[in-house]
């Protein structure tokens, strides 16, 4: 989870999240680029004497920085796509999680053992424990297996919601009368924590998410 002066990415727990981070490093890398350049060059201009009279066009020069930027775009928009596609990949998964927004609390459903559904609400500021989390631990936590692929279902009975676990890289919104669907694999056990991340009313910052993840036995037990 993200804590105090923690201003970039959080620690990535999926593959996913580690693709992300990596083409954002990436991303940033060429805009420091682009912004050290164009600073340098828009610090020169200060010190420009005109000495050409009779410059009217350099189609070179133009050619040059039409082209440039052009290709220096592709270099973020190809690895752009193949995340973008990558993150839409479904393999297999072994649990299918069904994750439905209400105004203002999430319910889970585990379709696939005996029909499993709970309501997962946010803990109060004066019923939290003191090891609690303000505003981001709930009563009931989403448990799901470590090491395994997780298809999850993402739809909502009131207004739009989303679904969003910044460590996992998953942000899927939940929409009224549809059902959108994605996938992670979590490398790691351990807490991940979430918020709901479309407007949604008076409530909205009051609906967090729990993921723990956990080995797979310890969830065929749970489950059982
Ligand atoms: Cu649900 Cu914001």
Known sequence: MSTWANLGLQDSASPL???????????LL????????????????????YINRFLLHGQLIE???TILPAIILLFIALPSLRLLYLLDEI???????????HQWYWSYEYSDFNNIEFDSYMIPTNELATDGFRLLDVDNRVILPMNSQIRILVTAADVIHS?????????????PGRLNQTNFFI????????????????????????IESVPVNYFIKWIS
Not at 163 to 175: E, M, N, S, Y
Not at 187 to 205: D, M, V
Request: charged fraction near 10%; include cysteine.
């Open 91 to 101: 393999n297999e998964p072994s649990v299918t999680l069904k994750s439905i927004g």
């Open 187 to 210: 490398n790691r056990p351990g807490l991940f924590y979430g918020q709901c991340s479309e407007i949604c009313g008076a409530n909205h910052s009051f609906m967090p998410i729990v």
């Open 30 to 49: 060429i805009l420091v680029m682009i912004t050290v350049l164009v600073g340098y060059l828009m610090f020169m201009l200060f010190f420009n004497s």
């Open 63 to 65: 050619m040059i920085w």
């Open 163 to 175: 679904w969003t676990i910044p460590a996992l890289g998953v942000k899927v919104d939940g929409t």
């Open 17 to 27: 999240m580690e693709q992300l981070i990596f083409f954002h490093d990436h991303a």
